[in-house]
């Protein structure tokens, strides 16, 4: 069973940012991609970015483009996502995933993905 650590979240004020960290403890991430997700209260979970095995394909969600920026260290085994910019609607529980599509060519629904992390809450304060 892979089980994805998230960390990084907080309260940050209108215009702050946020570094956001997923790893996976006994699980190597390097040949799979890695998705993060957001889910606002009474929204559905939503993708926001992917990341192909050694960063080779980037995706974003049109919400997050310009102002969110996902990377990979594998020599870390961590998949972060830096997010600047922060505005109150991007108030979300923040999750990971891996164990769906490896090709990252769009932003696939969540039952794509078979593991997941319990997520970080973030919370924008305008």
């Known amino acids: 069973q892979v089980q994805l650590v998230e960390s990084g979240g907080g309260l940050v004020q209108t215009g702050g940012s946020l570094r956001l960290s997923c790893t996976a403890p006994g699980f190597t991430l390097d040949y799979y991609a890695i998705h993060w997700f957001r889910q606002a209260p009474g929204k559905e979970r939503e993708g926001i970015s992917c990341?192909?095995?050694?960063?080779?394909?980037?995706i974003y969600a049109d919400s997050v483009k310009g102002r969110f920026a996902i990377s990979r260290d594998d020599a870390k085994n961590t998949v972060n996502l830096q997010m600047n910019s922060l505005r109150p609607e991007d108030t979300a529980v923040y999750h990971c995933a891996t164990g769906g599509p490896a090709d990252c060519s769009s932003l696939y629904s969540p039952w794509e993905y078979d593991y997941w992390g319990q997520g970080t809450q973030v919370t924008v304060s305008s």
């Open positions: 990341i192909s095995s050694h960063g080779g394909r980037i």
